[in-house]
């Protein structure tokens, strides 16, 4: 069965500094994508970046990379210079092959504090 | 492009109620796919929409039901509710497509759901 997991429920990082937020997944399809989302207080699930289990080069989008280890079954989440709206929840989740495509599996997430 | 919309943004319902949450998925986007997020159980995946079809289903019972409308709009419905169906229900589009981002999941703000 597929599975996401984020060990890290909360942690800290000082403004300006990089960070990187844990995730591992487990599935026996070959074909796969990663998501990161962002999920601030108000709710809204924000998408970060996509990993497709296929792409050789790791996604990069502006300030967020993916470090995506495909036999290590990981895809951690790195932003660097961090600033204080990256304050919030942080999920991983993933979709399996090819005709599942709307139904994504979260982990429990990670909650980011970012220190002025 | 507008985002993707759900109304009402909170309702509070006693038990054995029904409720009926809409979603307005991005324009182009044919596929809307619900979740459910407690702080107990995490994001669970309810049910995926496309092209007015449901494609996927998660492990939720009857009670839980959604329809999608020739212009992609969707609503689920939650019939005799529980105490435990207080969450927040949240409604994602994509275009439904598999490969890339393009098959990204774009997240409406959510509909706070309070069950008295």
């Known amino acids: 069965a597929q599975k996401i997991t984020q060990t890290q429920p909360g942690m800290f990082v000082q403004e300006k500094e990089a960070v990187t937020l844990d995730c591992t997944y487990d599935t026996s399809d070959p074909s796969y994508g990663l998501f990161w989302y962002k999920q601030p207080s108000s709710g809204e699930m924000i998408f970060l970046i996509y990993?497709?289990?296929?792409?050789?080069q790791n996604a990069t989008e502006g300030r967020y990379s993916l470090n995506f280890q495909k036999a290590r079954k990981s895809a951690n989440l790195v932003i660097s210079a961090s600033q204080l709206g990256d304050s919030a929840m942080y999920f991983c989740?993933?979709?399996?092959?090819?005709?599942?495509?709307?139904?994504?599996?979260f982990g429990q997430g990670t909650t980011l504090q970012v220190k002025p | 492009k507008a985002g993707v919309t759900q109304t009402p943004r909170y309702l509070i319902k006693t038990r054995g109620q029904q409720v009926t949450l809409s979603c307005s998925p991005i324009?182009?986007?044919?596929?809307v796919s619900w979740y459910q997020q407690t702080p107990g159980q995490g994001l669970q995946f309810l049910f995926e929409y496309f092209s007015e079809t449901q494609r996927n289903k998660g492990n939720f019972p009857g009670r839980f039901s959604g329809r999608q409308f020739s212009n992609s709009r969707s609503e689920m419905n939650v019939s005799t509710l529980e105490l435990g169906d207080s969450a927040l229900y949240l409604c994602?589009?994509?275009?439904?497509?598999?490969?890339?981002?393009?098959?990204?999941?774009?997240f409406g703000p959510g509909t706070r759901l309070l069950v008295l």
């Open positions: 994602a589009s994509s275009d439904g497509l598999a490969g890339s981002s393009k098959g990204a999941q774009y």
């Open positions: 324009s182009g986007h044919r596929s």
């Open positions: 990993q497709g289990s296929y792409d050789q």
């Open positions: 989740a993933m979709r399996d092959g090819a005709g599942n495509t709307g139904k994504l599996i």
